[in-house]
Nanobody, 122 residues
Framework: QVQLVESGGGLVQAGGSLRLSCAASGSIFSIDAMDWYRQAPGKERELVGTISNGGSTNYADSVKGRFTISRDNAKNTGYLQMISLKPEDTAVYYC????????????????WGQGTQVTVSS
């Protein structure tokens, strides 16, 4: 079984920074895309950004220039570095990954982490 565990959330003042981690464990041969989503109270979950296995990234317009996604394939871990945080960044942040379990199959499964709360005070 595969688990994704996010960490690094917390309370920060506007203008501050946080770094979230998403560690994948279990039966993993490789991880394709890793995505970060967020969900604010009363709002739908939205895509923050994504990183391919090769390291190519894309971001939502609302976070471009402030958030950076990276990954360490050797550690099966993804990161979301957030700077210049704003109160509107307050949300539960989730990682999502497409994971290949075996070298003998190209099939992948999609997994979600449990989420980590980020609260930005004004």
């Amino acid at each position: 079984q595969v688990q994704l565990v996010e960490s690094g959330g917390g309370l920060v003042q506007a203008g501050g920074s946080l770094r979230l981690s998403c560690a994948a464990s279990g039966s993993i041969f490789s991880i394709d895309a890793m995505d970060w989503y967020r969900q604010a109270p009363g709002k739908e979950r939205e895509l923050v950004g994504t990183i391919s296995n090769g390291g190519s990234t894309n971001y939502a317009d609302s976070v471009k220039g402030r958030f950076t996604i990276s990954r360490d394939n050797a550690k099966n871990t993804g990161y979301l570095q957030m700077i210049s945080l704003k109160p509107e960044d307050t949300a539960v942040y989730y990682c999502n990954a497409e994971i290949r379990a075996s070298r003998w199959s190209f099939a992948t499964r999609n997994y979600w982490g449990q989420g980590t709360q980020v609260t930005v005070s004004s």
